[in-house]
């Protein structure tokens, strides 16, 4: 049996966004629009939707709007991870954040990607590869998160850097591309 398109996506194979993957984000589009303009003061409701729209949220999640999902379902947020505002998820594929993780501002999460090949490109296929986010990360300001990374638990991406390659455990990393600068005891 041939596989639908968001299977394809989910598998990290070339898809074309079809039909009912469109219809996917535009349901997306509508709750995140809510939830980016929902009372401050009204707590249960942006838990609420914030249910509504991540895959799974821990206990003691916060979410500062406004945020930009693809379809949201792909995303896993670990309980007591603080995410500040601006942050884009492309989660064409898994999006996991551990657990005690802090976000700075303009975070982005890119697991879309396009073919390198011109022709293949313009023919509207596209894949996307799954980010894995450790426990204990904090990731600086306005930092990149590329396609198919993982961070390693208590490691420190500074503000601005695009994460291109894996991060393991404990480390410092900044730049563009992010280098690691040094070991975090």
Known sequence: MEKTQKEKMLAGELYMAD?????EQVLAQQEVMEYNQSSPADSELRSSLLS???????ERVVVRPPIQVDYGFNISVGSRTFINFN????????ITIGED?????????????HPL???T???GLESALPITIGNNVWLGG?????????????????AGSVVTKNLPANVLAVGNPAKIIRQLD
Not at 19 to 23: K, R
Not at 87 to 94: E, R
């Open 101 to 113: 993780c802090q976000i700075a501002p303009g975070v982005q999460f890119y697991t879309a990607t």
């Open 121 to 123: 490109r313009k023919s």
């Open 142 to 158: 306005g930092a990149i998160i590329c396609p198919g990374i993982t961070i390693g638990d208590n490691t420190v991406v500074g």
């Open 52 to 58: 509504r729209i991540f895959g799974s949220v821990g």
């Open 87 to 94: 942050a884009v998820f492309l989660d064409c594929n898994k």
């Open 19 to 23: 039909t009912a993957l469109q219809a």
């Open 117 to 119: 090949d011109a022709k």
